[in-house]
């Protein structure tokens, strides 16, 4: 069975400081990895993904993630946070292929101070 | 991006009567959607599999005849939660899929609730 970690309910940092929320992951083959965040009372947006290729992904509002296959892990990093990033954040895994299903995390609440 | 709308936002209804809610892909075609429940402060849960064309496929525990789903076209299905009752009280969430590289697209998601 695959399975998500996301070892933090809450990660805070002062605005302009880097920021990671880490995630982890336990998958039977090659994994594609999701992140999403989710605004108050919002569905989930779509940040960016890895199937295959350049470990280091980029994607939307200066986000990016790294895909480390020894360390089953895709923590997701900005090098310097808004307060408007603080939103809660969704690591998700499926096997890779177009149909897999696909496993959510538990979220992490990512709170950035002014 | 592909956008996924969501049909009502919020409906507040009496306990014992059915709610419709429709989930729709605007600029593409999703063969395949997914219904999800949100509880407070909590993670997403995935109730069903909607696949165009054919029955839906549901998770365990979730009750197939409360929440009806409909898959007719391939860019439209709609979640029914018959009898409501408070308990079924919450954020519900769909997304489609695109056939390519699997990510899904949720909509904004829905918020019932039962008095």
């Known amino acids: 069975a695959q399975s998500v970690a996301q070892p933090e309910d809450q990660v805070n940092v002062a605005e302009g400081n880097p920021l990671t929320v880490k995630c982890t992951y336990s998958?039977?083959?090659?994994?594609?990895l999701f992140w999403y965040v989710q605004y108050p009372n919002r569905g989930l947006q779509f940040l960016l993904k890895y199937i295959t290729g350049d470990n280091l992904v980029k994607g939307s509002y200066g986000f990016e993630a790294e895909f480390n296959k020894s360390q089953t892990s895709f923590h997701l990093k900005k090098p310097s946070a808004l307060v408007s990033d603080s939103a809660l954040y969704f690591c998700a895994v499926s096997l890779s292929g177009g149909y897999q299903k696909v496993t959510f995390g538990t979220g992490t609440k990512l709170q950035v101070i002014p | 991006g592909a956008v996924v709308s969501q049909h009502p936002s919020w409906v507040i209804c009496k306990s014992g009567t059915s709610v419709k809610i429709e989930c729709r892909s605007l600029?593409?075609?999703?063969?395949?959607m997914f219904w999800y429940r949100q509880f407070p402060k909590q993670s997403l849960m995935l109730m069903a599999t909607?696949?165009?064309?054919?029955?839906?496929?549901?998770e365990q525990g979730v009750e197939k005849d409360k929440f009806l789903i409909n898959h007719a076209s391939l860019t439209l299905s709609t979640l029914t939660v018959t009898s409501a009752h408070p308990e079924d009280s919450s954020f519900y969430i769909c997304?489609?899929?695109?056939?390519?590289?699997?990510?899904?697209?949720f909509g904004p998601g829905t918020r019932l609730t039962v008095l």
């Open positions: 600029d593409f075609q999703a063969t395949t």
């Open positions: 997304s489609a899929r695109d056939g390519i590289g699997g990510t899904q697209y």
């Open positions: 909607s696949n165009e064309g054919s029955k839906a496929t549901y």
């Open positions: 998958v039977s083959g090659n994994p594609y």
